[in-house]
């Protein structure tokens, strides 16, 4: 229900008013500000060939890495073949809920099974686990400090 709002002649009242209003339209842009970054970190883009393909992060299970390429192995549809370097992908997302866990392989934490014998089961492959790397890992995996 709407309410009419008469102006009785108090100056303040009207300026407290419009100062709410412009604290309210700030807030929104702020929040719409922080859905939309979030949005865009969640995708980014691949080139493959000739073509440029959108993945989004939560569907990659792990990529594997084949000297210049890169393999990304996805949750749908088949892997992607991309000519950027292993390097690049672990810049890009080591704080997003990746892992480098061996020099070939970066692994997504949420779609590990189990760990057993420094092998990691993500569906039906399994990847190793460098000693190198066994630190990070548990370390992400909050097992040790």
Aim: a positive charge.
């Amino acid at each position: 229900m709407l309410k009419c709002i008469t102006f009785d002649g108090d100056a303040s009242t009207l300026d407290a008013l419009m100062g709410y209003f412009e604290k309210l339209d700030k807030a929104l842009a702020d929040v719409q500000n922080v859905l939309h970054k979030e949005q865009a970190e969640q995708t980014f883009f691949v080139k493959e060939g000739s073509r440029i393909i959108r993945v989004l992060r939560e569907e990659i299970l792990y990529l594997e890495g084949y000297g210049d390429y890169v393999k990304i192995h996805r949750t749908n549809g088949k892997p992607l073949l991309s000519q950027v370097s292993l390097r690049k992908f672990e810049e890009s997302l080591s704080s997003k809920g990746f892992c480098r866990v061996h020099r070939s392989y970066i692994v997504a934490i949420a779609h590990i099974n189990y760990i057993e014998r420094k092998r990691i089961r993500i569906g039906s492959e399994l990847i190793p686990i460098s000693d190198s790397y066994l630190p990070a890992l548990m370390k992400q995996l909050m097992l040790q400090e």
